[in-house]
């Protein structure tokens, strides 16, 4: 993944920044609440949600597990069409691919529909470094390029951003990109999506190459299909000569029939909408525009081969975990320091980045384990699951496993137990209020208990169970 975040400290310590950010908090608050309440009510409209979530989540689990013969089939279909293919083991193949097919074509700038594939890789921050300007054209895109900022939200990048702050961000940066805003520009969300507009179609019109993303992949035909809600994925995809699409090779479905469950599922899971405004689909080169599509796998074939981390492949960047997390709620998207924010975030980033850096081994402690994530899932990822085997498998977990194989011990014979229960006894003065070393955070939040004097088994045989 990219290096963007990398460096940040671990999650306890951006956590706890966050958290004293009281308008952060609002912001928060405000926006995921209102999201969560209109999927409740989008999904019990459809009585038949148990089985669509079922079906959703059989699909992908049959794709992954025969992903080889799919996305053959996929460049099979694509080459077919007339368009170009293109395979990336990691983030800095794809970007050079990338770089290297713009750079064909004389242009130094390209607009990009919303894309989480090439923020993962940093895309944008390469194109830079050839020269090459890519400008965001999803609205909660723009803001968070304007501002020089991270997005912080899956489905609403500037989440973390109130109209107020959009307006100032629009006045002082847009004339760098582009056309200015309007001197007069008021806070009023149809003023600043106005600006927005005007400033767009001006790059829209003038820009020969485009750089997108897809929600999903039709193996049987090689379309890809964008779900967005502005119209500016519409714009990107048929005004330039040159279409490029980075899309991870987990987007992959096997047929048009596949696809039917899953534009019930996501709008309803993401917006809270019976069906998104704009579905925009291409397959192969159309209309004398060039295509190239650039598969990535940047540690997804890593992903695959773990028996219980694959399950989170089937995500499909809905965002309902984050909408229902209570920790994701007050510490906000830029506390995981991912492009993968919130539970999904948390199991998925150390996935494809390893746990190498401390950030990275504190995800899958990112997390209260409730369940939450879990249930509003509309493909049936056991996030909790996965945070738990993700636990026993970074650095920092290794007193926790020399202690439970300890536990273990004493716990398979009563005697054993008994000795532990008298020793603890008699150095109960000597309990530290506070665990030492790696095991003191979990004395940050919580007392240790205080160890009685006489063990319940000691009490049981002395009185003959209390009667005498």
Same mark, same amino acid.
């Given at each position: ?393 970074? *650095?920092? @977990? $290794? /007193?926790? &496993?020399? +202690?439970? =194989?300890?536990?273990?011990? #004493?716990?398979? !014979?009563?005697? *054993?137990? @008994? $000795? /532990?229960? &008298?020793? +603890?006894? =008699?150095?109960?003065?000597? #309990?530290?209020? !506070? ?34």
């Amino acid at each position: 993944m990219s290096g963007t975040f990398l460096g940040m400290p671990a999650f306890p310590a951006n956590a706890a920044v966050a958290v004293r950010d009281s308008q952060l908090r609002y912001n928060l608050r405000r926006a995921t609440r209102t999201i969560r309440g209109k999927r409740a009510f989008m999904v019990d409209e459809l009585p038949d949600w148990a089985e669509l979530r079922r079906a959703g989540k059989e699909i992908k689990d049959h794709t992954l597990r025969n992903l080889e013969h799919y996305l053959l089939r996929m460049e099979e279909a694509v080459t077919a069409a007339g368009g170009h293919v293109h395979w990336a083991a990691d983030a800095e193949e794809a970007n050079r691919i990338v770089a290297d097919l713009v750079k064909a074509t004389g242009e130094t700038t390209v607009v990009k529909v919303k894309s989480m594939a090439t923020q993962e890789i940093g895309l944008n921050e390469a194109l830079l470094a050839e020269g090459i300007t890519a400008y965001e054209t999803d609205l909660a895109e723009l803001i968070v390029q304007l501002g020089d900022d991270w997005p912080s939200h899956i489905l609403v990048p500037a989440i973390h951003r109130n109209r107020s702050e959009i307006r100032e961000i629009f006045q002082e940066k847009m004339a760098d990109w582009g056309r200015a805003a309007p001197e007069d520009l008021t806070d009023e969300p149809r003023a600043l999506a106005e600006a927005a507009r005007l400033h767009l179609r001006e790059r829209f019109l003038s820009t020969k190459v485009a750089v997108s993303g897809a929600n999903f992949m039709i193996a049987e035909t090689g379309t890809l299909v964008v779900l967005e809600s502005e119209g500016n994925g519409r714009m990107c995809l048929t005004l330039p000569e040159t279409l490029i699409s980075v899309v991870g090779i987990e987007k992959l479905l096997p047929s048009w029939r596949d696809l039917e469950v899953f534009l019930q599922l996501l709008p309803r899971s993401s917006t809270g909408e019976r069906m998104n405004p704009y579905t925009s689909t291409w397959t192969g080169a159309t209309e004398g525009q060039e295509f190239h599509l650039v598969l990535l796998d940047n540690g997804r074939t890593n992903v695959l081969a773990d028996e219980v981390g694959r399950q989170a492949l089937r995500c499909i960047r809905c965002s309902a975990c984050l909408n229902v997390c209570p920790v994701y709620e007050r510490a906000g998207g830029h506390a995981y320091g991912s492009v993968y924010p919130g539970p999904i975030g948390a199991i998925l980033t150390p996935q494809l980045r390893g746990t190498a850096s401390e950030l990275d081994a504190s995800l899958p402690y990112a997390s209260t384990l409730c369940g939450a994530c879990f249930d509003a899932c509309p493909v049936a990822i056991d996030i909790p699951e996965v945070l738990v085997h993700l636990r026993g498998k970074v *650095r920092h @977990a $290794r /007193a926790e &496993r020399l +202690g439970m =194989r300890v536990a273990g011990w #004493v716990f398979d !014979r009563p005697t *054993r137990l @008994a $000795r /532990a229960q &008298r020793f +603890g006894g =008699r150095l109960r003065r000597f #309990v530290p209020g !506070r665990l030492p070393g790696p095991l003191s955070g979990w004395t940050d939040t919580r007392d240790i208990p205080d160890i009685p004097a006489e063990s319940f088994r000691d009490w049981w045989n002395r009185t003959d169970g209390g009667a005498r």
